[in-house]
């Protein structure tokens, strides 16, 4: 049985230094062409910084790898899940954005008080929770969950490009490039294609060859 859609829930607003465990929830893939969108959730320790977190949008590569390895080594814990690309047809890029984003939050091995997510919308959450504007770079909790789940949904794209070479995934991470609708029209849709997305329909109402 698939997954119903979360809405987006008004929820109390709260101050960001609230007593308690802090949540920061932030995701990567909601523009791209393929692929599952990805959610990670962090709860960092004040005990012991992390140095250079950002929005994962404003570093590099090889920052982002190295930080990956550093959160993952001192945060108290976090969480990457994803929405699957036949959710994301079945329910919308939103609503599966937000399905990643709950699963993260409940894959946390410790609750949070609180949850700070990056953007203007929230998941259906049994924790009180607050949307921040550009959370990922006023936050550093949702810096570094940005940072994981980019680098997550990269390492998936990189993984991808080696069994479907002529779609460029490892250089253009899925997103709708010149090189990447050439490839679709070229070779028609891989099954990691978001059907529901119009360029890849368009695509795909024109010439309906799928790649295997």
Not at 27 to 41: D, N, S, T, Y
Not at 66 to 81: F, G, P
Not at 113 to 121: A, C, E
Not at 192 to 208: C, E, G, I, K, T
């Amino acid at each position: 049985m698939r997954s119903k859609a979360f809405l987006h829930a008004e929820q109390p607003s709260l101050p960001w230094d609230a007593p308690g465990l802090l949540a920061g929830v932030d995701e990567a893939g909601r523009g791209p062409l393929a692929g599952p969108v990805v959610a990670a959730a962090v709860i960092l320790d004040d005990q012991n910084p992390i140095k250079g977190l950002a929005d994962s949008k404003k570093l590099t590569a090889r920052q982002r790898e190295r930080l990956y390895d550093e959160i993952r080594a001192k945060a108290l814990c976090c969480s990457v899940a994803e929405a699957s690309v036949e959710e994301i047809d079945q329910i919308n890029i939103l609503q599966a954005t937000m399905l990643a984003m709950r699963r993260a939050v409940e894959g946390l091995r410790l609750k949070p008080n609180k949850v700070l997510v990056d953007g203007n919308r929230l998941p259906v959450l049994d924790i009180l929770a607050e949307a921040i504007v550009q959370g990922d770079s006023k936050v550093q909790a949702i810096s570094a969950a940005s940072i994981l789940a980019k680098v997550h949904r990269d390492r998936w794209c990189e993984t991808i490009d080696r069994d479907f070479p002529q779609y460029g995934f490892a250089s253009h991470k899925g997103y709708g490039t010149a090189e990447h609708m050439q490839a679709l029209k070229t070779f028609g849709a891989t099954p990691w294609h978001r059907q529901s997305f119009a360029p890849v329909a368009a695509v795909l109402s024109a010439s309906p060859r799928n790649a295997t």
